[in-house]
């Protein structure tokens, strides 16, 4: 791992740890550990299966519910205090584009131009890569957890929804 994503990982865990006691909704256990100076996570197995794969099988209602409880997390994030956090979070269109920088591949900031304004105007914490691959759902067709606080940032109410609709 780059310094950047070493900071990255570094930050996820130590923000899921914090997290964990402050929402209902069941987020992954992350530990960190370090490989000749390099950090990389282990993570709680979690029996469940992807949004992404169960979509198709669920249910109307099922769909209802977990809409429901994908909302329901995505309130708790917004109304979440980082008081007591130590890590300062980046806004979502500042990490997009340290990110960018990792490589040299070229990337068209342009698109992000409403966000930065949106983030000009409000901003909350968000999950910041909110997809259904990150969200799990278990036998009974809830979700039981939700994964990968790698993009935690701050940014508008509407990103982590726009996030989840577009992907």
């Known amino acids: ?5 070493a900071g990255v990982l570094e930050k996820e865990v ?22 000749d100076g390099r950090p990389f996570t282990m993570h709680q ?7 992404t794969e169960m979509y198709p099988l669920l249910s109307a209602e ?21 008081d007591g956090f130590d890590v300062k ?5 500042k990490f997009l584009e340290d990110l960018s920088h990792v490589d040299d591949a070229y990337y068209d900031f342009s698109k992000h131009d409403s966000l930065v304004e949106l983030e000009q105007n409000e901003q909350v ?10 969200v799990l ?7 039981c957890a939700i994964l990968d606080f790698a993009f935690v940032s701050t940014s508008s109410k509407i990103n982590d929804v726009s996030r989840l609709i577009g992907r």
């Open 1 to 5: 791992r780059n310094d950047f994503f």
């Open 125 to 134: 914490l968000n999950h910041a890569d909110l997809n259904p691959g990150n």
């Open 62 to 82: 099922d769909k209802v519910r977990v809409a429901d409880q994908v909302a329901e997390f995505i309130y708790e994030m917004q109304h979440t205090s980082l």
């Open 14 to 35: 130590a923000f899921s740890k914090f997290l964990r006691n402050k929402i209902k909704t069941p987020i992954s256990h992350i530990e960190i550990g370090y490989d």
């Open 89 to 93: 979070l980046p806004t979502t269109s």
């Open 45 to 51: 197995k979690i029996k469940g299966r992807s949004l």
């Open 137 to 143: 759902i278990d036998e009974n067709n809830n979700v």
